[in-house]
């Protein structure tokens, strides 16, 4: 097995993926819950669960989330053409 030299100032900060169910898990260990494609409707109901739990746990677990992009050199996109290619992500 190999080793990293040097070693790192400090520890990296935890990421963790998930949704509703993560949030407990996410508050006590990592630094960002990672929102993957949440259903839009959803996004405020769990922001403020998390806010809760940190609270409750005296954590700083920010909320996260994926956002995808198309880009090609000398085209635009219409919104049309943008909800068309990303049908279904949000």
């Not at 898990?25 to 819950?33: D, F, I, K, Q, T």
């Not at 635009?76 to 053409?81: G, R, V």
Request: glycine residues 10%; charged residues 25%.
């Amino acid at each position: 097995m190999g080793t990293c030299e040097p070693k790192p100032a400090t520890a990296p900060p935890i990421w963790w993926a998930g949704g509703e169910k993560s949030i407990g898990r996410a508050a006590r260990y990592a630094a960002c819950l990672d929102l993957f494609l949440p259903p839009l409707g959803e996004v405020s109901a769990i922001a403020l669960k998390l806010r809760e739990e940190n609270q409750r746990l005296g954590t700083e677990t920010e909320l996260g989330s994926w956002v995808y992009t198309h880009v090609e050199a000398g085209k635009s996109m219409t919104a049309e053409d943008i909800d068309t290619r990303f049908a279904g992500y949000y």
